[in-house]
């Protein structure tokens, strides 16, 4: 399984960005797919998650700010960010978890995968 995302870029605080991730590969099927972010001499956190058949998680410092949706059909995650700030800058990874292909219609073993990061740059 393989992450892709795309989307990250400089703007000025209280502006909006959008990332996007993909994921490929063979899979049988998708759990949880989410953003985290990594500032500098921090560690990575949780931004936000879309469980299937779960509503959303965000972290209390985005929510109200960024939402975040699935497109199960084209196993794509979309992270929407509006009224950014400094603070929100950082380095945002794609996650997802799942399981790959078992025998016949079941699930396989579990998978865990992140994806590149990209760079989210907020001036104030």
Not at 14 to 36: D, E, K
Not at 60 to 84: A, C, H, P, W
């Amino acid at each position: 399984v393989q992450l892709q995302a795309s989307g990250g870029g400089l703007v000025q605080a209280g502006g909006s960005l959008r990332l996007s991730c993909v994921a490929s590969g063979s899979f049988r099927r998708m759990n949880t797919m989410a953003w985290y972010r990594q500032a500098p001499g921090k560690q990575r956190e949780l931004v936000a998650r879309k469980t299937t058949f779960s509503d959303p998680v965000y972290a209390t410092s985005v929510k109200d700010r960024f939402s975040i949706s699935r497109d199960i059909s084209k196993n794509t995650v979309t992270l929407e960010m509006y009224s950014l700030r400094p603070d929100d800058t950082a380095v945002y990874y794609c996650y997802a978890d799942g399981f790959l292909p078992g025998k016949g219609w079941s699930d396989g073993r579990a998978f865990e995968q992140w994806g590149q990061g990209t760079l989210v740059t907020v001036s104030s």
